[in-house]
């Protein structure tokens, strides 16, 4: 069970492993994990997820600290990271499992979630593409999948060093 002030997010970004490390890098989010949501079955491996149409997104487990940082805070910054009008795809990665995702376990946090990406339409003419739906099941990725860019410093990724540097500037209001 979380800590009163603690709260779970699960983000979908593209590739997972600049992801993870973006938001990882935010004052206020206290623990990141790389895994598969809201697929068609269960215990995916990368493989699987991959090559077997499984349905899985490549999503990250946002832990964070209510009195250091908001959900919406957290919001604004990933979508500084995605392309919100590209389906399936982010950077080089295409696929379904590079989808773009907002999945929640808390109903209380839909309609705020529902809010920031109305807002964020607001500043592009095209349709957004980012998935927003409860969380309906999340696996823990690989071992070797996890804090990827910290153990893998020149691994590819679809987040600029620029972008890192924001996330980890960055002061919660």
């Given at each position: 069970?979380?800590?009163?002030?603690?709260?779970?997010?699960?983000?979908?970004?593209?590739?997972?492993?600049?992801?993870?490390?973006?938001?990882?890098?935010?004052?206020?989010?206290?623990?990141?994990?790389?895994?598969?949501?809201?697929?068609?079955?269960?215990?995916?491996?990368?493989?699987?997820?991959?090559?077997?149409?499984?349905?899985?997104?490549?999503?990250?487990?946002?832990?964070?600290?209510?009195?250091?940082?908001?959900?919406?805070?957290?919001?604004?910054?990933?979508?500084?990271?995605?392309?919100?009008?590209?389906?399936?795809?982010?950077?080089?990665?295409?696929?379904?499992?590079?989808?773009?995702?907002?999945?929640?376990?808390?109903?209380?946090?839909?309609?705020?979630?529902?809010?920031?990406?109305?807002?964020?339409?607001?500043?592009?003419?095209?349709?957004?593409?980012?998935?927003?739906?409860?969380?309906?099941?999340?696996?823990?990725?690989?071992?070797?999948?996890?804090?990827?860019?910290?153990?893998?410093?020149?691994g590819y990724c679809h987040i600029t060093a620029d972008m890192f540097n924001k996330a980890k500037n960055f002061i919660p209001s």
């Amino acid at each position: 069970m979380l800590e009163k002030n603690k709260k779970t997010i699960y983000l979908a970004g593209g590739c997972f492993w600049g992801t993870e490390k973006f938001l990882s890098l935010i004052n206020g989010v206290v623990d990141t994990e790389v895994g598969y949501a809201n697929g068609k079955t269960k215990n995916p491996t990368y493989e699987d997820v991959c090559r077997r149409n499984t349905g899985h997104a490549e999503a990250v487990k946002v832990t964070y600290d209510t009195e250091k940082v908001s959900l919406k805070e957290i919001l604004w910054l990933f979508f500084e990271t995605i392309d919100p009008t590209s389906k399936n795809r982010q950077g080089n990665d295409v696929g379904a499992q590079y989808r773009t995702g907002i999945y929640y376990q808390d109903e209380d946090y839909r309609q705020v979630i529902l809010d920031q990406v109305k807002e964020l339409s607001h500043l592009y003419s095209k349709l957004l593409e980012i998935e927003v739906m409860p969380l309906i099941n999340y696996y823990r990725a690989e071992e070797y999948h996890q804090k990827y860019l910290d153990k893998n410093p020149n691994g590819y990724c679809h987040i600029t060093a620029d972008m890192f540097n924001k996330a980890k500037n960055f002061i919660p209001s």
